[in-house]
């Protein structure tokens, strides 16, 4: 394949995408077209060690800037894909400019989402996606500091133990029972509500929340039982939403949430293929599946230069994400559901466990948490029917299960 590559959106798949072409020996034309002013970096980074002053953002970049020109990659920072022509082959750019392609590679990622509820658009409510928002984040916090957290999902989670960290006052507001209880199940996200409340974070469950109000710089959330919780700054983490409208506009078939493709990331289009957290790829063990991770995004973005260079590799890896949170450091590996049956193998007062989720005595998922060096033997136990005694038995080495 030796026609013109252009990829939509410079994050971290599609910064992926374009290494790959390149380490593989690709030397046809390939184009990287981003919105954000920065070149491709890493955004775990935005709610822990960047966000904590513990990294600088170099450290989070996929690549120095400098790369890309070596590399004969045409990086277009601070750019907008306004449409697809899929007749003519061509992204047209919000400049006016005609990209002409013989592969397109979508990877335009996910917008934070953000609430309809009054006040909304105040100053002090934020939302942390971007290095810009974590920048603003930072500057903020500090000894002292008040933060509201509405959502207790991982960025949630993740940007309130940082915040503690650095000595700000913490409340965080949950809809649910439980925070990451739809994806741990109430046994483990107890564990992550003790931890956080341990270390001084009021967290609040089953809370509603009617808006903002906000003056002199200062801004309160309401619940809805009408009181009212002052803060230095709101940071809404209620998740993302895909960002698929380009797609959407081009006529490519959307579903469950992203782009449809194939196991080798193929839109309806073969000329066009998706990547990262807008892709509804069809996983060759587990079936069709949107994953927003890191890992994820990373593996994409490789098997779709692989794709277009013909390699003939699928998408067959298990879903995969990580979290650290005071002093808590947690692998993840598979997909379980809430119902799933929970194994733990050691205690978790002690801080150092692993779990195993079950559904009709398969494996569906299993994590570690600060037990290392792990992971690939919990890997290899997902998808096997296994005894749930051997699972929890510290005597009986993981891989001998």
Known sequence: ???????????????????????????????????????????????????????????ALVHPEAWY?????????????????????????????????????????????????????????????????????????????????????????????????????????EAAPLPLGRVLGPRIAQHFVDLHRSHGVDVRTSVGLEGFVGESGRVSAVLADGEELGADLVVVGVGAAPRTELAAAAGLELDGGGVVVDEYLRSSDAHVLAVGDIAYARNTVLGPLRVEHWDNAIRQGRLAARTILARGDTYDWLPYFFTDQFDLGMEYVGRSGPDDAVVLRGDPSSGEFCAFWLAGGRVTAAMNVNVWDVNDALRALVGRTVDPDRLADRGVPLDAI
């Open 69 to 173: 020109a070596e590399h004969d990659v045409d990086l277009r920072l601070g750019t907008t894909a306004s449409r697809i022509d899929r007749d003519a082959h061509e992204v047209e750019l919000d400049s006016g400019e005609r990209l002409s392609y013989e592969r397109l590679v979508l990877a335009t990622g996910a917008a934070a989402r953000t609430l309809d509820l009054p006040g909304s658009d105040l100053a002090g409510v934020h939302t942390l996606r971007s290095v810009a928002d974590s920048r603003v984040l930072k500057d903020a916090l500090g000894p002292g500091a008040r933060l509201v957290v509405v959502g207790g999902g991982w960025i949630g989670l993740e940007l309130a133990a940082s915040a503690r960290g650095l000595g700000a006052e913490v409340t965080v507001l």
């Open 1 to 59: 394949m030796s026609g013109e590559v252009v990829v939509v959106g410079a994050g971290l798949a599609g910064a992926h995408v374009v290494t790959t072409l390149r380490e593989e020996g690709y030397t046809g034309p390939v184009t990287l077209v981003g919105v954000e002013p920065e070149p491709p970096y890493e955004r775990p980074p935005l709610s822990k060690s960047f966000l904590q002053g513990a990294s600088p953002f170099e450290e």
